[in-house]
């Protein structure tokens, strides 16, 4: 079960913070991540992270978002720093659980994120 918060509404340059709880599945979970989707455009992955906290992000975002993990309060974090108006979308966090027969990924509900000029 994932729950994300900490969207809203911010100004160019401005900084937020996303958090992402975890529970229920948290010994399993493989590699976690953040993706978006901007109005009327199709879901993109921002960026994973995994157990031993090696993160991987897509060129737009480098140097502005990062991605880390707190596991002893079983919560993912993005840092979104000098946003910009594309960065505008709902976010959502994800987990790779490993199950006895593979791997599914498990999506939170998101949380809008909207930068405005």
């Known amino acids: 079960h994932l729950v994300e918060s900490g969207g809203g509404l911010v100004q160019v340059g401005a900084s937020l913070r996303l958090s992402c709880a975890v529970s229920?599945?948290?010994?399993?979970?493989?590699?976690m991540g953040w993706h978006r989707q901007a109005p009327g455009k199709q879901r993109e992955l921002v960026g994973t992270?995994?157990?031993?906290?090696?993160?991987n992000y897509v060129d737009s975002v480098k140097g502005r978002l990062t991605i880390s993990r707190d596991k002893a309060k079983n919560t993912m974090y993005l840092q979104m720093n000098s946003l910009k108006l594309e960065d505008t979308a709902v976010y959502y966090c994800?987990?790779?659980?490993?199950?006895?027969?593979?791997?599914?990924?498990?999506w939170g509900q998101g949380t809008q994120v909207t930068v405005s000029s």
């Open positions: 994800t987990a790779d659980v490993q199950l006895p027969d593979g791997v599914v990924t498990e």
């Open positions: 992270i995994t157990n031993d906290a090696r993160t």
């Open positions: 229920g599945i948290i010994s399993r979970i493989n590699r």
